[in-house]
Protein backbone atom coordinates (compact mmCIF):
# COMPACT_ATOMS: atom_id res chain seq x y z
CA UNK A 1 0.00 0.00 0.00
CA UNK A 2 1.12 3.94 -0.63
CA UNK A 3 -0.53 6.56 1.09
CA UNK A 4 -0.30 10.00 -1.47
CA UNK A 5 -0.66 13.04 0.81
CA UNK A 6 -1.14 16.22 -1.23
CA UNK A 7 -0.76 19.30 0.30
CA UNK A 8 -3.22 21.82 -1.28
CA UNK A 9 -3.49 25.92 -0.80
CA UNK A 10 -6.09 27.45 -2.99
CA UNK A 11 -6.71 31.01 -3.59
CA UNK A 12 -8.33 32.83 -0.40
CA UNK A 13 -11.72 33.11 -0.72
CA UNK A 14 -11.72 30.10 -2.98
CA UNK A 15 -12.34 27.03 -0.09
CA UNK A 16 -16.04 26.63 -0.36
CA UNK A 17 -16.04 26.51 -4.53
CA UNK A 18 -12.73 24.00 -3.96
CA UNK A 19 -14.90 21.59 -2.14
CA UNK A 20 -18.00 22.00 -4.31
CA UNK A 21 -15.29 21.20 -7.34
CA UNK A 22 -14.12 18.21 -5.11
CA UNK A 23 -17.42 16.58 -4.24
CA UNK A 24 -18.24 16.90 -7.78
CA UNK A 25 -15.24 15.57 -9.46
CA UNK A 26 -14.42 13.10 -6.07
CA UNK A 27 -15.86 9.68 -8.69
CA UNK A 28 -13.11 10.59 -11.05
CA UNK A 29 -10.73 9.39 -8.57
CA UNK A 30 -12.94 6.91 -6.42
CA UNK A 31 -13.45 4.91 -10.10
CA UNK A 32 -9.58 4.84 -10.69
CA UNK A 33 -8.45 0.60 -9.93
CA UNK A 34 -6.00 0.12 -7.42
CA UNK A 35 -7.35 3.02 -4.92
CA UNK A 36 -8.51 2.04 -1.84
CA UNK A 37 -9.43 5.14 0.05
CA UNK A 38 -9.25 8.62 -0.47
CA UNK A 39 -10.08 11.41 2.70
CA UNK A 40 -10.06 14.98 2.22
CA UNK A 41 -9.28 17.69 5.27
CA UNK A 42 -9.73 21.30 5.84
CA UNK A 43 -7.59 23.51 7.47
CA UNK A 44 -8.54 24.67 10.79
CA UNK A 45 -5.86 27.64 11.46
CA UNK A 46 -5.27 28.17 7.58
CA UNK A 47 -8.46 27.73 5.85
CA UNK A 48 -6.99 28.47 2.41
CA UNK A 49 -5.15 24.58 2.67
CA UNK A 50 -6.56 21.37 2.55
CA UNK A 51 -4.58 17.57 2.95
CA UNK A 52 -5.34 15.17 0.72
CA UNK A 53 -4.92 11.75 1.89
CA UNK A 54 -5.63 8.75 -0.92
CA UNK A 55 -4.28 5.00 -0.73
CA UNK A 56 -3.22 3.16 -3.38
CA UNK A 57 -2.61 -0.21 -3.76
CA UNK A 58 0.63 0.55 -5.31
CA UNK A 59 2.76 3.77 -6.98
CA UNK A 60 1.77 2.36 -10.27
CA UNK A 61 -1.59 2.93 -9.29
CA UNK A 62 -1.45 6.01 -8.69
CA UNK A 63 0.62 6.60 -11.77
CA UNK A 64 -1.88 4.78 -14.26
CA UNK A 65 -4.30 7.31 -12.53
CA UNK A 66 -2.75 10.30 -13.79
CA UNK A 67 -2.16 8.56 -17.36
CA UNK A 68 -6.07 8.04 -17.54
CA UNK A 69 -8.84 9.56 -19.13
CA UNK A 70 -10.39 10.46 -15.71
CA UNK A 71 -6.88 12.56 -14.30
CA UNK A 72 -8.35 15.78 -16.52
CA UNK A 73 -12.07 15.37 -15.04
CA UNK A 74 -10.44 15.23 -11.56
CA UNK A 75 -8.24 18.26 -12.05
CA UNK A 76 -10.75 20.25 -14.03
CA UNK A 77 -13.22 19.98 -10.54
CA UNK A 78 -10.30 21.42 -8.28
CA UNK A 79 -7.35 22.97 -10.29
CA UNK A 80 -9.17 26.54 -11.11
CA UNK A 81 -8.86 27.18 -7.11
CA UNK A 82 -4.90 25.96 -6.55
CA UNK A 83 -2.86 28.97 -4.79
CA UNK A 84 0.04 27.00 -6.61
CA UNK A 85 0.61 23.65 -7.73
CA UNK A 86 -0.15 21.01 -4.60
CA UNK A 87 2.82 19.25 -3.23
CA UNK A 88 2.67 15.63 -3.47
CA UNK A 89 4.65 12.88 -1.96
CA UNK A 90 4.17 9.17 -1.20
CA UNK A 91 4.44 7.27 1.54
CA UNK A 92 4.74 3.45 3.07
CA UNK A 93 3.92 2.02 6.44
CA UNK A 94 6.77 1.52 8.49
CA UNK A 95 7.06 -2.46 9.82
CA UNK A 96 7.71 -2.27 13.68
Same mark, same amino acid.
Not at 39 to 50: C, I, K, L, Q, Y
Given at each position: ?9 V ?5 ? /? ?38 ? /? ?8 ? /??D ?7 G ?14 ? /????
Amino acid at each position: MVLEIALIDVLPGHDA /DFEAGYAAARSALAESPGLRSIRMTHGVETPTRFVLLVEW /DSLAAHQEFR /DSDRFPIWRAGIGPHFAQPPHVEHFT /DVSV
